[in-house]
């Protein structure tokens, strides 16, 4: 037992020695298309947690470490997704303002942090593939929304939500400098809270339930 106590960490320093010295870190940039999935992206009136997301874009950056030479690595990202309301809900809401009423609608933005693994598979000289999985958090602003007429104001402003996030996916990497990728984001189960604000008072909103996932297809280059 004592010479399997005395090999276990011997063991890991070797690896970690081994990742140490081979390690390879670059950083890359990429950007592309964000589509809502689920509840996040549906515009049914009888679902409480629909969302009405269309589809928006992303744009992102990464840093990753592979730490030898089987291609296992680890990464670190950020995201800046933006997705707009889709037709279809922002007619829904005009029906209930009337007419010569100014709207402007809110937005989603979605910036997940994560941290994980990586896995690279050289296929030839040129083409590679790779996978990815981590978690992290995600900060979700909805942006204010505001009505107009005659001169008069109503706003609603909605506070930042940070929830739990996760994401998992892959893509190809040619000539190991660019990048074309595709992710699904589980962004979280948000309660999104704010204040109506009219003529210098302020009311507070019932919060609700935002269910946000993401689908995420971008292009990327290493730097």
Do not use: W
Request: aromatic share 12%.
């Amino acid at each position: 037992m004592k010479k399997v106590l005395l090999f276990i960490p011997a063991m890991l320093f070797a690896i970690l020695f081994s990742a140490n010295a081979y390690s390879q870190s670059k950083c890359s940039i990429h950007a592309g298309a964000a589509f809502p999935m689920g509840e996040f992206g549906s515009d049914s009136q009888n679902d409480e947690y629909a969302g009405g997301a269309a589809v928006g874009f992303n744009i992102g950056g990464k840093y990753l470490s592979t730490l030898n030479q089987n291609g296992i690595g680890v990464f670190v990202g950020g995201d800046f997704n933006y997705n707009g309301l889709k037709s279809s809900v922002k007619d829904d809401m005009k029906k209930i303002f009337s007419p010569g009423v100014d709207l402007s609608f809110y937005k989603y933005i979605n910036i997940p942090i994560t941290a994980g693994l990586n896995y690279t598979y050289k296929a030839n000289s040129q083409v590679s593939l790779f996978g990815e999985l981590g978690v992290g958090a995600d900060f979700l602003k909805v942006t204010n929304m505001t009505a107009e007429a005659n001169g008069q104001k109503i706003e609603m402003v909605f506070d930042l939500s940070t929830q739990f996030a996760y994401t998992l996916g892959g893509g190809l990497q040619f000539n190991d400098k660019y990048l074309l990728g595709l992710h699904y984001y589980g962004l979280g189960d948000h309660n999104v809270g704010g204040q109506m604000k009219y003529n210098g008072d302020s009311q507070d909103m019932d919060k609700n339930k935002l269910k946000v996932r993401m689908l995420n297809l971008t292009l990327g280059i290493k730097l």
